[in-house]
């Protein structure tokens, strides 16, 4: 499985990013799909989750500011990010976890830098 994934840059708070992230390869059949991000300094947390059933989660920082819609037949995520904030600077990371399992896929991390 490789993950693919474009966006981010630099923006002023207040803007607006999308992220994409399109899986290839072997697929496994059920999957849940996320964003993560990491800080400097600070670990990596999650940010959004989608699951095969299109439910989704989202960390209480990003609620109403960000959302993960999903192109299963592109199989490729997104994250459109609203609103942006100074504290939403970090490396971006799509995930694929195949559910049921311990097996995960990581993309590239993808920079986004919000200025004040």
């Known amino acids: 499985v490789q993950l693919q994934v474009s966006g981010g840059g630099l923006v002023q708070a207040g803007g607006s990013l999308r992220l994409s992230c399109t899986a290839s390869g072997s697929l496994p059949r059920i999957y849940v799909m996320g964003w993560f991000r990491q800080a400097p300094g600070k670990q990596r947390d999650v940010v959004a989750r989608?699951?095969?059933?299109?439910?989704?989660n989202y960390a209480d920082s990003v609620k109403g500011r960000f959302t993960i819609p999903r192109d299963n037949a592109k199989n490729t995520v997104y994250l459109q990010m609203n609103s942006l904030k100074p504290e939403d600077t970090a490396v971006y990371y799509c995930?694929?976890?195949?559910?049921?399992?311990?097996?995960?896929?990581w993309g590239q991390g993808t920079q986004v830098t919000v200025s004040s």
């Open positions: 995930n694929l976890r195949v559910l049921g399992s311990d097996y995960e896929y």
């Open positions: 989608i699951g095969p059933g299109n439910n989704t």
